[in-house]
């Protein structure tokens, strides 16, 4: 009996640390509700501590409370190794850069070449017609404008267009000699100390590349495949910026963020260049190649049901640069993790919270050949231009979103390796933060701005 009384101890104490560095962690992240949950079941927990005062007739409880811990730890915690793993579907076909929402929404009413866009794509008039109705990203009148961060947002995006003119650039050395290892290990010490969270190679595939440029000078222009290596990085969202989205925070730090992966892409695609290869960098407004699949074919994490790439360090709270390049280097084989897929589909908060509800609750469904999830881009973006702003809040409540602390991880690293596990955590994640939450309040220094 004595095994038993220390075993209830040891689950009692060990629930309420858990609890207890919950609400610090809530604290310091400023998750009010969280921590005031954490905190009060703290007491309630350890009342259980009260059993071991009863009559030894009434053992048969702590035995039973502590075979219930035993056997619900043994079903969480069974190793991924012991389940099938799921299939990953492979990506088909091109992109028409011309059709997707940012390239649509840059076409000029009476112009040519908005006349033979409708012309070849009919479909696509009436829907973009509504689009064109409302305010617009960064405007006076949208939802949720505040004049500071909305002309720091404009004022960031121009200088990412700035960019634009250093992304490629001629050959006029003779190549550089050195080992593929050499190289990958120097650009990735350097995108690291520049900034980045991640980084990966891989080798280009077809579907990667757009078929057709959507945007400024590449408008029409059909796409050539030029490079046969692509290195891929993310930068981190800061996440008390992300957390009030759809508010004005969420759009001042994509701007920053989008500007700071190509400032780290551009940099490394002259290096290259210097080094005597081709290189081309692939930033925010100047993409030929799709930048989630490269990045999830690099192995940085793998697309998530809102459509965004879902690392395992910040999940979706990320902007992504990509430089191809024909310098030798040594491309990383596909690793497929099937456990954020499975998480997605036990989740859905990203699709629940969706104020466009742009986000399917569904399975996935076969489109194009490959059963995947896909956004509703027209609703999406639609909200963005009545909200001013690039709205993440599918971002802000994701899971994987938490910040990268003791708790978090431990929880994120959980959900890779224990299958059952997934169910429970995003039930933890409802109590704790709720299943529809509210958008946190903007930082102090943005308030009143």
Avoid at 107 to 132: N, T
Avoid at 211 to 223: A, L, M, P
Wanted: proline letters at 6%; glycine letters at 6%.
């Amino acid at each position: 009996m004595i095994y038993f009384q220390v075993l209830f101890i040891a689950f009692i104490v060990v629930t309420a640390l858990i609890l207890a560095i919950m609400f610090i962690t809530s604290l310091l992240e400023r998750r009010k509700n969280a921590a005031t949950k954490a905190l009060l079941l703290i007491p309630v927990i350890s009342s259980f501590l009260l059993l071991l005062r009863l009559p030894p007739d009434f053992y048969w409880l702590i035995i039973s409370i502590d075979i219930t811990f035993l056997l619900a730890g043994s079903y969480l915690f069974i190793p991924r190794m012991f389940f099938r793993k799921l299939k990953e579907e492979t990506a088909k076909g091109n992109i028409d850069e011309r059709t997707i929402m940012f390239s649509r929404n840059e076409l000029k009413p009476g112009s040519e070449r908005f006349e033979k866009y409708y012309e070849e794509f009919p479909q696509h008039k009436d829907s973009d017609e509504q689009f064109r109705k409302l305010p617009g990203l960064l405007h006076k009148k949208s939802t949720f404008y505040k004049p500071l961060p909305y002309n720091a947002s404009d004022a960031i995006f121009k200088v990412v267009d700035g960019l634009h003119q250093h992304v490629d650039g001629k050959v006029e050395n003779p190549p550089l000699k050195g080992s593929p290892e050499q190289f990958s290990r120097f650009v990735k010490k350097w995108a690291k100390k520049a900034g980045a969270t991640s980084v990966g190679i891989t080798e280009t595939k077809g579907y990667h590349w757009y078929s057709i440029g959507g945007r400024g000078d590449r408008y029409g222009e059909t796409i050539q495949p030029r490079h046969k290596y692509a290195i891929v990085f993310t930068v981190e969202m800061d996440h008390e910026m992300v957390m009030p989205a759809p508010k004005s925070s969420i759009i001042m730090e994509s701007a920053s963020q989008y500007l700071n992966a190509g400032i780290i892409a551009t940099q490394i695609a002259q290096f290259i260049i210097n080094c005597g290869y081709e290189a081309r960098a692939h930033i925010d407004g100047n993409y030929q190649v799709v930048a989630p699949l490269v990045a999830r074919d690099a192995n940085l994490g793998e697309i998530g049901r809102m459509g965004l790439l879902m690392t395992p360090e910040l999940g979706p709270r990320n902007r992504i640069g990509v430089i191809t390049t024909n310098m030798p280097l040594p491309a990383a084989e596909r690793q497929y993790d099937d456990s954020v897929e499975d998480f997605c589909s036990k989740c859905l908060k990203c699709a629940v919270n969706c104020p466009a509800t742009a986000i399917s609750k569904e399975d996935k469904s076969l489109i194009n050949g490959v059963k995947r999830w896909q956004i509703n881009s027209d609703k999406c973006f639609s909200y963005w231009l009545s909200a001013g702003t690039d709205c993440g809040r599918c971002m802000s409540t994701c899971p994987y979103s938490h910040p990268s602390n003791l708790m978090h991880n431990v929880v994120r690293w959980s959900i890779r390796n224990f299958p059952n596990f997934r169910y429970w955590a995003v039930k933890m994640d409802d109590f704790f933060y709720g299943r529809k939450s509210i958008p946190a309040k903007l930082p102090d220094w943005m308030q009143n701005n």
